[in-house]
């Protein structure tokens, strides 16, 4: 069993991991009936997802085997392939991968045996992410049934908006999109619709920021950071526009002073840091889930 897009996972599946981690954030603790051992692989830069999964695998009780991408045999030119049938070869449960590669996990689904969690590739899917922020609206809200939510900025480099937007669409929010049309994603105009940013402040539920891609605009930036500041960032004066109850998220890192000004990272209606809190617990969940399957596979083939 792997979690590689939200498309793996059924809106039952959805809401029982969003369950099991509320749970856990609850400190209602799951012992693990017998070692698993789990390996992250990141070749991309990562303070929260990598910190958040070795937090989740240390509380969850999961044995991490250590792996460096700047040491490992990858860069003598082994595959990804090879490196993950490596650690599976020695007994590695579950391998959290980050690439820079667009679904690398095409290369791998099908053809291991351990479990893989996308830790997030190249501009497509991020689940984890995913997955904490539909806890943090639920738990602000108690349903997503109505809500507006309005993805802001560099959609069309955002792994973040894309899962997202899709799994929110199906969990019955109204999704829309603001910032620069040019950063706009095509595929994503069958999920919502691109609103202007002003009228978005006003009317959604859950202002999403996204951070601004500097590293993925090939051609370089046609915005200073004052100038998107001034356009698209969410300033004091468009927060005192927002809903009497509408919150603030962010994936981080947070460009303070560009997506969001710096006073209102931390304000009353920001959920921001909430987020990183809650993707430890989410990130328990999403092990414990592919474990479970993994163990009713085994004891499927043995019947």
Not at 10 to 38: C, S, V, W
Request: proline fraction near 2%; include cysteine; aromatic fraction near 8%.
């Amino acid at each position: 069993m792997h979690i590689l897009t939200m498309n793996d996972l059924t809106n039952d599946d959805m809401f029982d991991l969003l369950h099991t981690a509320e749970g856990y954030r609850l400190q209602q603790q799951q012992q693990l009936i017998k070692p698993y051992y789990t390996a992250n692989l990141f070749f991309e830069n990562s303070t929260r997802t990598k910190s958040s999964f070795e937090m989740a695998e240390r509380k969850f009780g999961m044995n991490i085997i250590s792996f460096d991408a700047q040491t490992a045999s990858i860069q003598k030119g082994e595959t990804l392939y090879d490196t993950v049938k490596t650690l599976e070869a020695i007994g590695v449960d579950v391998v959290v991968i980050r690439h820079g590669e667009d679904r690398y996990f095409d290369q791998l689904d099908g053809h291991v045996k351990l479990s893989i969690i996308n830790g997030g590739d190249g501009m497509g899917h991020h689940p984890s992410q995913c997955l904490l922020d539909l806890l943090t609206i639920y738990q602000e809200y108690q349903s997503f049934n109505g809500l507006t939510v309005t993805v802001v900025g560099d959609i069309q480099h955002s792994r973040v908006a894309r899962s997202n937007a899709m799994a929110l669409k199906r969990l019955g929010a109204t999704v829309q999109f603001a910032g620069p049309k040019e950063w706009m994603d095509q595929d994503l105009q069958q999920i919502g619709h691109h609103i202007d940013f002003d009228k978005a402040v006003e009317t959604s539920d859950v202002l999403m920021m996204l951070r601004v891609q500097h590293e993925r605009h090939a051609s370089g930036m046609t915005f200073s950071k004052q100038e998107y500041h001034h356009l698209y960032g969410l300033t004091s004066e468009r927060e005192k526009k927002m809903k009497a109850h509408s919150i603030i998220m962010h994936p981080a890192p947070v460009n303070r002073g560009v997506e969001i000004a710096d006073e209102l990272v931390e304000c009353e209606r920001s959920r921001i840091f909430k987020q990183m809190e809650n993707g430890v617990y989410v990130r328990m969940a999403m092990l414990q889930f592919v474990l479970q399957k993994r163990e009713a596979k085994k004891h499927e083939f043995v019947n």
